[in-house]
């Protein structure tokens, strides 16, 4: 049996992962975006110099998530395009995650995902890379004295989707919920990420794998229809905005849903850059309604409920309760998914996917 049990939605945009506790659950979330560092020191010490983790991967240093904004934004890589899954920056994203829960050595049962629309592919693409060379994986960190190593154990995959529906139909032990209605009927998943939009259909609580190659909108995600136009805006505001990136709207918009706070910070400059958020959040909405909800989906007519993930479903979910008043399904309506974010939902959900496996007898 593996020491550890982790689940990693390592997306276009971010990377959530989840390490099961004995009764409890550790998380951690970072930007899917690196540099190369240098990691070297003036000896100056703490009072004098910028502190941050670098990452010894490979043969390479890395700095990663929010410190390739404050500390290097040469040659910025972002994790992006459909044929990323199992590659090299695929699996430092995971290594990365897995060793900021704290893991240093073990065994490891993993749980990952690929939007649907690539799953067949990206599944043994995964499967083959992660386990290759008996599934051994170093990495150092900058407070290491030695690599952390620990083995990939078992590598499951599964679409994009499937974690956020298992968040409705499972509790925190993996058990399946008893009494529960939540999943009958016809169900849309819509799992928005930063590159694509997946649009997953259920019956009772089941996917046809039929409809999977149609699943996925490549290029439809956060980043083509709300941070590049925010950004194009934003960089019109004068020419010391105009070397900003997609990834300072998308901290500010991080920052600003938990604090309230939306204001970008540019050379002592502010721009409260909220309105247009909202603005190409609602249209972004307007898009998704129009070309998925009604054009794939009939207005949802003949559907029990809609259920909304990923970075997106915040940005759209006002919009979408609206429009649909009676097809939303949040994840604060019930106890056991009250206190789920939409953007952890897959990775939760793949948690109590591997629990309810585990705890099933062996064949």
């Known amino acids: 049996m593996a020491d550890h049990i982790i689940s990693i939605d390592a997306g276009n945009g971010g990377t959530n992962a989840i390490l099961q506790r004995p009764k409890t659950v550790k998380t951690t979330y970072f930007p899917s975006v690196r540099a190369a560092a240098s990691g070297e020191s003036l000896g100056l010490g703490e009072q004098f110099e910028l502190q941050y983790e670098y990452i010894d991967w490979g043969k390479h240093r890395y700095i990663v998530g929010d410190d390739v904004?404050?500390?290097?934004?040469?040659?910025?890589?972002?994790?992006?395009?459909?044929?990323?899954?199992?590659?090299?920056?695929?699996?430092f994203l995971v290594a990365t995650a897995v060793g900021k829960l704290g893991i240093t050595e073990g065994n490891i049962d993993l749980t990952l995902f690929a939007p649907p629309g690539m799953y067949q592919q990206a599944q043994e693409t995964i499967q083959e890379r992660f386990t290759g060379k008996g599934g051994q994986c170093a990495i150092q960190f900058k407070s290491d004295e030695t690599p952390r190593k620990w083995k990939y154990e078992r590598v499951t995959v599964f679409p994009e989707g499937i974690g956020a529906a298992a968040c409705f139909a499972l509790d925190k032990q993996g058990a399946p919920i008893t009494n529960s209605d939540v999943l009958t009927g016809q169900t849309v998943i819509l799992d928005m990420g930063m590159y694509t939009l997946d649009?997953?259909?259920?019956?009772?609580?089941?996917?046809?794998?039929?409809?999977?190659?149609?699943?996925?909108?490549?290029g439809q995600g956060i980043k083509a229809h709300l941070l590049d136009p925010v950004l194009a805006k934003v960089r019109?505001?004068?020419?010391?905005?105009?070397?900003?990136?997609?990834?300072?709207?998308?901290?500010?918009?991080?920052?600003?849903?938990?604090?309230?706070?939306?204001?970008?910070?540019?050379a002592g400059m502010e721009a409260d850059i909220q309105p247009l958020i909202q603005r190409y959040a609602e249209r972004y909405a307007e898009w998704i309604s129009n070309n998925i909800i009604d054009?794939?989906?009939?207005?949802?007519?003949?559907?029990?409920?809609?259920?909304?993930?990923?970075?997106?479903?915040?940005?759209?979910?006002?919009?979408?309760?609206?429009?649909?008043?009676?097809?939303?399904?949040?994840?604060d309506q019930y106890p056991e998914t009250k206190k789920i974010d939409p953007v952890f939902a897959n990775a939760i959900g793949g948690i109590r996917l591997a629990q309810m496996r585990l705890k099933q007898p062996t064949k």
């Open 69 to 91: 904004l404050t500390i290097s934004r040469k040659g910025i890589e972002r994790h992006q395009g459909a044929f990323r899954y199992g590659d090299e920056f695929h699996q």
């Open 199 to 218: 649009a997953l259909q259920m019956s009772d609580g089941n996917f046809n794998p039929e409809s999977l190659g149609t699943a996925t909108w490549e």
């Open 236 to 266: 019109k505001q004068g020419e010391d905005f105009s070397l900003l990136t997609i990834d300072d709207i998308d901290a500010v918009i991080r920052q600003g849903l938990q604090t309230g706070d939306y204001k970008l910070r540019v």
């Open 295 to 331: 054009g794939v989906f009939n207005g949802l007519r003949g559907f029990k409920s809609l259920i909304l993930v990923g970075g997106g479903a915040i940005l759209t979910q006002a919009h979408m309760t609206q429009w649909y008043p009676d097809k939303v399904l949040r994840f």
